[in-house]
């Protein structure tokens, strides 16, 4: 017996790509006794100067391609009567997030980031933690402070930032009022 590998070579890494791409997990291919223990793999995984580093994403990647893909397969089999309907809707669902897990720019969800904005904008906006303010200081912030220098020292200590673009730009709505 000759026992399992534990020196990584190109070889072995590109043996344990391929079945990742695949579809099979680490932890399935590390079973085999001709490959590392699976903690050996995901040793390498984890180190940041591994060459199997790279490797790796790059088959998981591809694992997400081949997720995505099985998807329409079980879906013939499920509209040809092969495959029973409630079966191939969780094997379906299990495979579109673990495709949208390994291939997030493929398959994954899509979040839409717009910011639309109507209004008029004539300054540079300020944002202050109002609920961090002294009642105090509130009032004063409140009232329209004439220069950024004096809402600089309102916020002195308070653990605000105190990188005041322009007071003015400040719309301030008391606290409690309607």
């Not at 879906?75 to 040809?80: D, E, I, P, T």
């Not at 912030?141 to 308070?158: H, I, K, P």
Request: with cysteine; aromatic share 6%; glycine share 10%.
């Amino acid at each position: 017996m000759t026992g399992r590998k534990t020196i990584y070579t190109e070889e072995l890494g590109e043996s344990i790509a391929s079945l990742i791409m695949e579809g099979r997990s680490v932890n399935r291919i590390c079973q085999s006794e001709q490959f590392p223990a699976s903690t050996t793999v995901h040793r390498w995984i984890c180190d940041f100067d591994h060459p199997f580093r790279e490797k790796y994403a790059r088959a998981v990647e591809a694992r997400g391609i081949y997720f995505g893909e099985k998807v329409s397969e079980i879906a013939q089999l499920v509209l040809s009567g092969r495959v029973d309907p409630n079966a191939g809707r969780v094997a379906i669902d299990a495979l579109k997030w673990s495709a949208g897990r390994m291939n997030p720019r493929r398959y994954g969800d899509r979040i839409d980031v717009n910011a639309n904005h109507s209004g008029r904008v004539d300054h540079g906006v300020v944002v202050f933690a109002v609920g961090k303010l002294s009642e105090d200081e509130f009032d004063a912030l409140a009232a329209g402070s004439d220069s950024a220098e004096n809402a600089r020292r309102l916020t002195d200590g308070s653990g605000l930032s105190d990188d005041v673009i322009d007071v003015e730009a400040v719309e301030v709505v008391r606290r409690g009022a309607g």
